[in-house]
T-cell receptor, first 113, second 113 residues
């Protein structure tokens, strides 16, 4: 199993550009999450999904959008990138059952200039 | 939503000493408390977790304690080694079926040889 994969690993955007961060998991997990990690700030939940076709906002959703058309994929869309979106983005997934461990992808480092 | 506070933000210990990291949470219905370790440039990885029906859990040199009345939980690392150096995050799962985790800001642990 590849676990949780993310692409790209690094990206530089100009202010106002858009992009999609890709996330995929092959563990058949129903729950998927997007976090951003800023220095000294821990992980903040952007959006999450409890299954295909179902998404909801987390703590910091402004400036982002998600979709979940399949169990495996959970892309994060940035529209009109701003310098405040410079961060490391982690995708994660978890099982719906008693085992609540979240498995993280390797992260995408995004810089908006 | 849940609010998780973590202290200290940095911790330096000598190899072989013990390290303790403390977290508090606000949602009395929270029922799952994981700890993640993140090495520099890597993804967070679960090292231990505890559920609300258990007061203490140990795994070799790592232990976690939970006090539900006081709404705090702690990570204890004994006989620290240089490879324990990393950022440690506590988290609390909100007390609903949604499964959202709220993370503390992290503790940078440095173990000096």
């Amino acid at each position: 199993n590849a676990g949780v994969t993310q692409t790209p690993k690094f990206r530089i955007l100009k202010i106002g550009q858009s992009m999609t961060l890709q996330c995929a998991q092959d563990m058949n997990h129903n729950y998927m999450y997007w976090y951003r990690q800023d220095p000294g700030m821990g992980l903040k939940l952007i959006y999450y999904s409890v299954g295909a076709g179902i998404t909801d906002k987390g703590e910091v959703p402004n400036g982002y959008n998600v979709s979940r058309s399949t169990t495996e994929d959970f892309p994060l869309r940035l529209e009109l990138a701003a310098p405040s979106q410079t961060s490391v983005y982690f995708c994660a997934s978890s099982d719906r059952g008693l085992n609540n461990e979240q498995f993280f992808g390797p992260g995408t480092r995004l810089t908006v200039l | 939503g849940e609010n998780v506070e973590q202290h200290p933000s940095t911790l330096s210990v000598q190899e072989g000493d013990s390290a303790v990291i403390k977290c508090t949470y606000s949602d009395s219905a929270s029922n799952y408390f994981p700890w993640y370790k993140q090495e520099l440039g890597k993804r967070p990885q679960l090292i231990i977790d505890i559920r609300s029906n258990v007061g203490e859990k140990k795994d070799q040199r790592i232990a976690v304690t939970l006090n539900k009345t006081a709404k705090h939980f702690s990570l204890h690392i004994t006989e620290t080694q240089p490879e324990d150096s990393a950022v440690y995050f506590c988290a609390a799962k909100e007390g609903s079926t949604l499964g959202r985790l709220y993370f503390g800001r992290g503790t940078q642990l440095t173990v000096w040889p």
